[in-house]
């Protein structure tokens, strides 16, 4: 019975780590063909298309980059600060929202709760999102308008952690501090915010990804180019070698320049530079955001 039970149980571990392998392959095979584009030459993927391994290896998308470094530094400091500020006052403002929903004695919780949920179904739309961010709040090329907008606090995020604040926190813990004579702000800071750290790396990186991958917010608030981020800056970039590649006076003088703009291979590079930061932080939080996805998804 021990026997049979064991190898069944060695069989489901095989076949599950074979499809995980394969899951694995399935997703990573798209960033080793961005990475082989990027280091081909235009002519060799005009002439072969996309390989996974460079038919003809150049360099010349890299060097087009690189020589905007200048300015494509100053986007990734202006990237980076409002990530920082923007991940941290989502995190701030979520977990301050989902505490008092998630404690069954505080009487306007039925209310704030329906506030969450109509926003998750309802929204006014663009025309009068940007009405009200550009003529109410006068957010228009300055820095808050790629913090403030659509990203400050998600109502997914909010349920994700008053769900774990149920789950996984005692509320015997919360009498017993209160007992103690600690206010409300002190049970938060104290208790619900150290005891959450799996759930807050969760909705940070949800965070993260949100504001370091938003080119929205740059394109219809921001014109002035100082305030590009490095996800609006590139699509500028790539727009602007898209417009040199079909314009006929502009191919022609490139052509008696010779040069040779590297319209597929940029496109693929200006992909790695932009996701390679998160790739870099993801490995390091990976643990909390799988225990956190876990446990904030059930309903206590």
């Not at 990027?38 to 998308?61: D, V």
């Not at 069954?104 to 926003?119: C, G, I, M, S």
């Not at 990804?209 to 938003?214: I, P, R």
């Not at 496109?267 to 446990?295: D, S, T």
Request: charged residues 15%.
């Amino acid at each position: 019975m021990n026997t049979t039970r064991m190898g069944s149980e060695k069989v489901f571990h095989y076949v599950a780590l074979t499809v995980m392998i394969l899951i694995a392959i399935y997703c990573i095979t798209p960033f080793i063909l961005m990475l082989s584009v990027s280091f081909s030459s235009e002519e060799a993927i005009s002439k072969f298309g996309y390989r996974f391994w460079p038919s003809k290896f150049s360099t010349a998308a890299y060097s087009f980059l690189w020589a905007k470094r200048l300015t494509i530094g100053r986007c990734y400091l202006l990237t980076i600060l409002v990530t920082t500020a923007g991940t941290l006052t989502n995190l701030v403002l979520t977990s301050l929202f989902a505490y008092p929903l998630s404690r069954k004695d505080f009487k306007a919780r039925n209310v704030l709760a329906f506030v969450v949920f109509f926003t998750c179904m309802f929204n006014g739309g663009l025309t009068a999102s940007y009405i009200v961010w550009t003529r109410i709040f006068h957010v228009k090329d300055t820095i808050w308008a790629l913090i403030l907008p659509g990203g400050l606090m998600g109502a997914m995020n909010v349920l994700l952690v008053r769900n774990y604040y149920s789950a996984s926190i005692p509320y015997a813990i919360i009498e017993a501090a209160r007992m103690d004579g600690a206010g409300e702000l002190r049970i938060y800071s104290k208790i619900m915010v150290p005891l959450s750290k799996p759930v807050l790396a969760t909705v940070g990186l949800f965070a993260a990804v949100g504001y370091w991958n938003n080119w929205t917010n740059g394109l219809y608030y921001i014109t002035n180019s100082k305030l590009y981020t490095i996800q609006v800056y590139l699509q500028k970039l790539m727009n602007n070698i898209t417009f040199l590649k079909t314009s006929s006076n502009m191919a022609e003088q490139a052509m008696l320049a010779n040069l040779d703009l590297p319209t597929e291979g940029a496109r693929m590079a200006i992909a790695i530079i932009a996701i390679l930061p998160i790739l870099m932080v993801y490995p390091f939080i990976q643990k909390e955001l799988i225990k956190g996805l876990v446990v904030g998804s059930v309903k206590g």
